[in-house]
């Protein structure tokens, strides 16, 4: 028995001590943030001296232009969100459960495509201007007003329409883990349902809304398709101009780093607004939440209230596709739909299988390595999902530029021949910046796995005789397949959704779904794309039933 405790704590100090895992996680770390250092070097040793054009024309307009997006976004988002998880989970009313499930469908829909649709609708040739005119006998546009949609508030209304369910889903999870008895206290004191949720329920759910309407700002920081087609000119438009459309590298790695101190900020804002709170549960019981009956029409009442929000973000666009999709079948496959789509589900894999490979030595290396550096290589490493695509790309192409210059130098001088370009401007750059972006979706997942898988199992299969390579490979791997499969299927869809990244790194004459139905919007052929983002919104839809069944089942005492 003593030779067995003694085994078992000589394996766990030989935990404690892996230098190869800590290499590994250094390598990769590196490679991971290589692009953020790439684009604060160009930046501050750009060749020309841009800082006093960009200061005194591009930024300010593109700065307080991308400002008021976030904020206004933010505001919509945190009040159509909380109110809508509010309602779902403390109170009982007609279409309750299955409104709880078809909140979160608009996240399915990405921003683009939102655009695309509601631009078809609200333009001035589009269908419900059209039926007002014709409804009122007006002929132009001076004879009556109606709201632009391609402005920054018809930016703000798009985005938060498909974007709110990044709140809804923090606040509804919160909501169904807080304690009732916290919320019977303030009934007992007088408050009322309203009272009570403003006085407790808000506060201890703050936490999880900061992060909820973070993840909605970042998205609008990250951004391309959907501003562009709306004419706002945000700093992810700006880059993207001064890049291609004025030829300025430079200039755009200046902006670039511009809005990765924007992100700075905007994570600092985040932690501060959370206050360093940590919520616990001071009693092991747990009861089911005590509905209350909304009947009448006050019931029918709050179910509009709630399915509002799921109208607008998700049936309006998704009809609307679905019928120019039937219409334009062949024009979609003739302009390369099928090419199109097999391009995305090849990226899209390759991505995802990096991504968890990369994500399941990330995670594991703090069980073999306890160190602080794992653990914080562990958390940097997810850093990349908050950059948005534009400021990815840059940070992408100028080492593998310099890479494949190197190459192309060393073949020129041994064997005197040009490689030209290998890397940079291939599938290879496009997969690399997808696992930057996602990877951070692939670890939530895997580390929260390995949670559930007791260390003291790392420690037998060592005193057995395997080392940290194999007890990963043979233990912990069978173990963690579920949680790897859901972590893959995120980031493949994901990686589907891309659209800054792949327009700006793909290769000559290559097309994506994004990129196909990016195309098609540039020439206002809406209708003719309509396959393409019908498709991206289809393979959207799976993760995100399966993520809310996890979050609503999520409380331990009973029904949420």
Known sequence: MLDSVRRLRGARRAQSHAPGWSLTTAVIVAIITLPVAAVLYLALTATQNDWPHLVGTVLPEALNTTLL????????????????????????????????????????????????????????????????????????????????????????????????????????????????????????????????????????????????????????????????????????????????????????????????????????????????????????RYRAIPFQDIEGWRGYAAALLCSLPFVVGFIVPFLLLAKFAMGHVSVAVEGGFLRAAWNSIFLATLAAAAAVGLALLISYAPRVARTGFTRFAARASGFGYALPGTVLAIGVLIPLAGLDNTIDAWFREVFGISTGLIISGSIAALVYAYVIRFLAVALGGIEAGLERISPNLDAAARTLGETASSALWRIHLPLLLPALGAAGLLVFVDALKELPATLLLRPFNFETLATHVYAFAALEQVESGALGALSIVLAGLVPLIVLHHAIASGRAGGEG
């Open 69 to 284: 997006l976030g904020l206004g976004t933010g505001i919509v988002t945190v009040v159509a969100g909380t109110s809508t998880a509010w309602l779902v989970t403390m109170y009982r009313f007609p279409g309750r459960a299955l409104l709880d499930r078809l909140l979160v469908l608009p996240l399915a829909i990405p921003t683009y495509i939102a655009a695309y649709c509601y631009s078809d609708l609200f333009d001035y040739a589009g269908p419900v201007q059209t039926e007002l005119r014709a409804l009122f006998g007006w002929t132009t546009a001076a004879d009556y007003w109606f709201p632009s949609v391609r402005s920054l508030g018809g930016a703000v209304f798009i985005m938060s329409a498909v974007l709110y369910p990044y709140v809804y889903l923090a606040a509804r999870a919160t909501f169904v883990q807080q304690s009732v008895c916290a919320l019977e206290v303030a009934r007992t004191l007088g408050r009322t349902s309203m009272g009570a949720f403003w006085s407790v329920a808000l506060p201890l759910a703050r936490p999880a809304l900061a992060a909820g309407v973070a993840l909605v700002v970042m998205e609008t920081l990250n951004d391309l398709g959907a501003v562009q087609y709306l004419g706002v000119e945000t700093l992810s438009a700006s880059i993207y101009a001064t890049w291609l459309q004025r030829s300025n590298l430079g200039g755009a790695a200046q902006l670039a780093a511009v809005m990765l101190a924007l992100i700075v900020i905007l994570l600092t804002v985040e932690r501060f607004a959370r206050g360093g709170a940590k919520i616990h549960h001071t009693t092991g």
